[in-house]
């Protein structure tokens, strides 16, 4: 049975995180306190979901920091 390719997470905490509060990358990257290049960077599929920034993520959305690492890890499965 072929699977579906998943979204790169990045893309889903641009779609389902910050479009829904109307927050733009450099006023989501102060509440993560990251760098907006950073975040940039995971929001456009250009880098991977660190241990970190799942931390991050999870304490500013919800969800667990497994979750966010679950997603990345099904993404590179998918690769």
Known sequence: MAMKNPAHPGVIVREDC?????????ECAEILGVTRQMLSNLVNAKTSVSIEMAYRLSKAFGSTPKTRLGMQLAFDLAQ
């Open 18 to 26: 910050m479009r829904p509060l109307n927050l733009s990358v450099t």
